[in-house]
């Protein structure tokens, strides 16, 4: 009865029988699980996000280490040059005088 269709879905009644009851179950089990997959899609999209923020901010921590190596060899470097030129030959010549040898330079460092 076409009029019985039309009374029962105006009133918001669905009148199934057990195959159509079945298909709608199964609609509505889909319909849950599309929207768990896309809260987990978001639950990842933010995830990923805090991520990148964070390998951003670690990225910046190792460019200033980077800076402060480079700053670090440069100042051993530096004191190195420093003892080959000034205080090694004098400490060569104090030895040759004692009778003392063997003095060992150390060995600049590249960056």
Do not use: C
């Not at 090694?88 to 060995?107: D, V, Y």
Request: aromatic share 8%; glycine share 6%.
């Amino acid at each position: 009865d076409e009029e019985l269709l039309n009374f029962a879905l105006s009133n918001k009644v669905l009148i199934a029988t057990p195959v159509t009851l079945l298909a709608l179950l199964k609609a509505v089990s889909y319909g849950w699980q599309q929207y768990r997959l896309s809260e987990d899609i978001k639950a990842v999209a933010e995830l990923g996000k805090k991520l990148y923020e964070r390998l951003v901010k670690f990225l910046e921590h190792m460019e200033k280490v980077k800076r402060s190596v480079e700053n670090l060899v440069k100042s051993y470097n530096d004191a190195l040059s420093s003892l080959k030129t000034r205080v090694i030959p004098a400490a060569r010549r104090l030895g040759e005088l004692s009778g003392s040898g063997g003095l060992k330079e150390p060995e600049e460092v590249e960056f």
